[in-house]
Structure formats: C-alpha cells, structure tokens
C-alpha cells in the first residue's frame, strides 16, 4: 500500500506492508514516516485548526489548534462542538480555549496572543 | 530629515529576520516599516500548521511561528516597527512612508526590500465569460475567513494545485461549504504532497490534472463555470467541455515578487523570478538597496524565508559597515531543465548555498553544474517545479572557477 507522510513539507512517499500485526514501512527518511504509517492503517490522525469568535479592539478572530492529533474523521464533530465558543481579550498564546474536546485528549489552545 | 543605519520594509517573515541578522552583526539602529497594524505578514493569515519544523523544531500555526520569531526582537529597543505606514517611494536611500501621521520621508545607509509577494489575479489568465460576484483569489478567501469569520461561497470550485488553494479547500469544507473540485493545468500537482493528502483525499475532493477552467457564467453571482480538459501542449481537447454549478471560484494559480516599488526606482528585475536580480549579498543592481523573501522570489516554506532573511540582514550590516569584500562577480547562467538559480551572481571567496527551481517534473536526474574550473553532478530523485531545491557549493569548490556557471538537469 502507498501512502504519502504528512508529518513535515518533505512528504516522504511511503510504501507500506502488513506482515501479520507488523507493518514493514519503506521510504521514510525519518522514523516519524513509521508511526505515522502505523497510525494511519490503524487510526489516522490530524492536527485541526479553525478559529472561534473574539471580544477584542482590534481583531474578530482567534486562530486556535489542537494540542494533540485527533482522530482524522472527528474533524467536523470538534468544529460542530466549537460552534458556540466565544472568547474575551487579552488571551495568551498557547491558552487551553476548550479543555479535553469531546474526551479526545486534546485540547483546543490559541494559537496567537491577543491582548485587547 | 529622520536618519537610520538600516531601514527594511515589510515586517514579514523576511523582514523580522532581516532586523534579526542585521542586528546580530552590529547594525543596532533599525527602522523596519509596516503596512499592516501587527508583524507576520501572510503567516497570519495562515492558521493551519506546518510551519517552522527546521527553525523552532515544531510544527506551529502561522500566527504562532511569527509570535515565537518575534520573541527574539520584543527586547531590542533600537530596533522600530512603525505600523499602519506603508511605503510609497524608494530613491536614493529615501524612503517616503504613507503613515497615520501623513507623508514622511526617512533616510538610511541600507533599505532591505521585504515586501512580499502577491497573488496572480484573474487578469491573468485569460479567464472569458461573464462578469459576476463570487471569483476570488484563495488568498484573499483565506482572509476573509481566518481574519472575518467570513466564507465566500458555499459550492466552491477552484482553480490551480497550488498549496494555498489546496488549503482553502479543507478549511471551507470544513467551515460547511461544499468543495466540487480542484483543476489543475499541468499533468502534474503544484502543491506539496502532504496537502493534496490531507486537504484533499481525506475529504474526497477530486482533483482534476491536465484540466483548466475555460469560462465562468453567471448574471450577477457565479452560477457555473466550464470546465475543460487539455492536452500535452496544454490546448484544449474539443468536446471536453463540463458545466459545473457552483457560486464560488477560487483561483490558486501562482504567486509573483511585488515589485512595483523596486521597478519604480530603477532595479533590474529578472524576467523568471518577477523579483530583483541580486548578488551573493542580497544586494539588488542599485548599491545599498537589498531583497529578501518573497519579494525576491516565491518560497515554499517559512524556515528557508527566515534563514534567507537573517542572511540578507548580516549583508546589508557588512555594507554599512564597510565589510564586504571586494572580489569579482561571476553569474549563474541556466541552461535546459532549470528555472532560475538565486543568487544571480555571486563571489567565489566563501561557501555559498544556492536556491532553484526546474521548470518541468524529472525523474532520475542529475544536476549538473558546470564551468570553466567546476564540473560537478548531483543525483536527485523526483524532482517538481513547485519544490525549491538547494545546493552548497564550497569555497574549496568554487576558487578554481572562471567566468559564468552554467546549470542543467540531465535526465
Ligand atoms: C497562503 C500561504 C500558505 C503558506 N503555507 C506555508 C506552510 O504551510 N508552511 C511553510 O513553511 N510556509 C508556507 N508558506 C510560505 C511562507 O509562509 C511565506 O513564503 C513567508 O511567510 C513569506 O514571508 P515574507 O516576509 O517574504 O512575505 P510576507 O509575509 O508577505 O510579508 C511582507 C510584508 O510586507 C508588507 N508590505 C508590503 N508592501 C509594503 C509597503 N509598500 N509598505 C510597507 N509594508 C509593505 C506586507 O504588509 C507584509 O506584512 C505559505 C505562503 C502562503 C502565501
Ligand atoms: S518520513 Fe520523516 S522526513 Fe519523511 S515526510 Fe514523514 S516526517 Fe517528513
């Protein structure tokens, strides 16, 4: 099976066998390519970005991203769970905005430091 | 008249790191000139992540990778940010600044150009059809929506591989529009592998290679475009003709230097890069004027704009304090398979690590660079126009070298 990593720009491509529960990776040119191969055969993951509404002077916007991958196909439930998500000025970068989202593990933090 | 050892324009990736280099080299008086009302340039509005892997060996946000660059600057309290001003006119080391104050010149021993790139609009490339609402460029969609909350459409087509347009996909889709697909010109993607992976696979958005959007209809919104398939000569192929409905347009088909500014004070621009032709210091074909980052040539990531920045910062510091040294200048000349090499020209009496990009996809290949004094062949597998490539060439390798150095890709 082909897969292309997405861990760094370099996008290594991937040739990936399974041998009974082990999985044989070629073509990662760091060991990163091997667990992300694991993964995505097993449970893929992503790290997710959106924003969520700011009270501020000078911006409406707060970009935020998880701390941790989540489950790739969890992407639209976390953007659904931050729809009524509103924050206030001043906000430090690296903030937890949502704690936990939806038990995954992960928490929802800003990406950018507002201060009014 | 306000004087400054140093002026840079832009407060992007690029000019942060310029301020960065130069200080560090001893040039401490520094006025670094903005348009906007914060620093970060385009990073800003780039929320996603895969930024600064090489620099902060973290994968960040964009506004996160700006944040963390600027830590080092915060402190430095001969170095000036004047936000909200925007540069109107560059002449002979004076600089007029549009600013909430009204028109004001300033004048320094060096100015670094650093003023980004810019969008190739519809303009461009020739789309025909109706004059509607609803066709925008991916990057201005992008901040609309991570700076406004705003999303400019809700059935979205779009227009060109490249890697902002390949984003906007996922980000719309994922803010609730519904993404038909992504068409590209060429047999091959202009975005990075990674992003056609994770922007467009994971949604099962098709994207359609060796396709082009021919015409756009539409009374006062988009209501569909055409969609056409081309041949290896990039012409249409009759009867390929698809109507798609949709009510948005993005167009991702390529970045070019802004370079009104340097044009309109008499800097030669080279015809491939659309930016300033430079030496191996950075420095344009006007002393004391340098570029760096996008304004000098279109870059793929973060961390090489960063490293190309602090490099153009130490040069202009050695200009102004009189430590560069003099030594001819020998030009890189491309030859089949490359694009352009940055520097365009250089001195043979230091390492130097140059910057290209081939103009068409190769296999196995080899660059080969050569010349009278060098002879020397780099294995590269796969190699794409859209990735920037780098090759280090030592001093050691360089001092044997007569006149120009030629490079080519033999496949
Ligand atoms: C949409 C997009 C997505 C990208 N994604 C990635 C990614 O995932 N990973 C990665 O590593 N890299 C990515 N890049 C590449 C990289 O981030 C950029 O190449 C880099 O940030 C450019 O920096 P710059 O300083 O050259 O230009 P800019 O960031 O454009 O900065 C130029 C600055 O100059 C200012 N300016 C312009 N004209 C004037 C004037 N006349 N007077 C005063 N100020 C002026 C502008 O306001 C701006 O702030 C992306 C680039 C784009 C465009
Ligand atoms: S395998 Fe390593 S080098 Fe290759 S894309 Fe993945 S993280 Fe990057």
């Not at chain 2, 009204?102 to 004048?107: A, D, R, T, V």
């Not at chain 2, 948005?248 to 030669?268: K, W």
Request: charged share 25%; with cysteine.
């Amino acid at each position: 099976m082909k897969l292309v990593c997405i861990n760094c720009p370099r996008g290594c491509h991937l040739i990936v066998e399974k041998e009974g529960d082990q999985i044989r990776v070629e073509g990662n040119a760091c060991p990163r390519g091997v667990t992300y191969a694991t993964n995505e055969m097993t449970n893929p993951l992503r790290t997710l970005t959106t924003t969520v509404p700011i009270l501020s002077e000078d911006y409406r916007r707060l970009p935020v991203i998880t701390s941790k991958p989540i489950p790739r196909d969890l992407q639209f439930e976390i953007i659904k769970a931050l729809k009524d998500t509103k924050v206030k000025a001043p906000i430090h970068y690296g903030d937890v905005i949502v704690p936990d989202v939806l038990g995954l593990d992960s928490d929802i933090i800003a990406s950018k430091t507002i201060l009014k | 008249m306000d004087r400054y050892d140093l002026i840079i324009i832009g407060a992007g990736s690029a000019g942060m790191a310029a301020a960065r280099g130069a200080y560090e080299a001893g040039i401490k008086d520094i006025l670094v000139i903005e348009r906007e009302k914060e620093y970060g340039g385009i990073l800003q509005q780039c929320i996603h992540n895969g930024f600064g892997l090489h620099t902060f060996n973290e994968e960040l946000s964009g506004p996160a990778y700006a944040e963390r660059y600027y830590e080092y600057l915060k402190d430095k309290d001969s170095i000036c940010f004047l936000y909200e001003s925007s540069v109107l006119k560059i002449e002979n080391h004076i600089v007029t600044v549009l600013s909430p104050q009204g028109e004001i010149e300033y004048e320094a021993k060096a100015v670094i150009f650093a003023a980004g790139c810019r969008e190739r609009p519809a303009g461009a490339i020739g789309l025909k059809g109706d004059r509607c609402e609803g066709i925008y460029t991916a990057g201005t969609a992008q901040k609309y929506l991570n700076k406004s909350g705003y999303l400019v459409g809700k059935k979205v087509f779009i227009l060109g591989s490249g890697d902002i347009g390949l984003i906007m996909a996922r980000r719309m889709t994922l803010e609730g529009a519904k993404v038909i697909g992504v068409a590209e010109l060429q047999p091959y993607s202009n975005g990075l592998a990674r992003n056609i992976k994770q922007c467009l696979e994971d949604f099962n958005i098709p994207l359609y290679l060796s396709h082009t959007v021919e015409a756009v209809k539409g009374t006062s919104r988009l209501e569909k475009i055409i969609l056409v398939e081309v041949d290896e000569k990039l012409q249409k192929i009759p009867g390929s003709e698809q109507e798609i409905p949709c009510d948005c347009l993005l167009l991702s088909v390529g970045l070019i230097p802004d370079n009104t500014l340097l044009e309109a004070c008499g800097v030669r621009i080279d015809p491939k890069t659309k930016g300033p032709i430079v030496d191996d210091t950075y420095m344009t074909s006007i002393e004391g004027i340098f570029a760096c980052g996008n304004a000098l040539h279109v870059h793929d990531l973060v961390d090489y704009v960063s490293i190309e920045g602090e490099k153009a910062g130490r040069a202009a510091a050695a200009y102004i304090l009189n430590e560069t040294e003099d030594a001819p200048l020998h030009l890189n000349k491309t030859v089949d398979g490359i694009s352009y090499v940055i520097p365009q020209s250089f001195r043979t009496n230091d390492d130097h690590e140059f910057m290209f990009r081939v103009n068409r996809v190769f296999k196995d290949s080899y660059i080969h660079i050569y010349g009278n004094g060098i002879d020397k062949k780099i294995k590269k597998t796969g190699i794409v126009p859209s990735e920037m490539q780098k090759v280090k060439l030592k001093k050691e390798e360089l001092q044997e070298l007569k006149g120009d150095l030629f490079w080519e890709v033999l496949s």
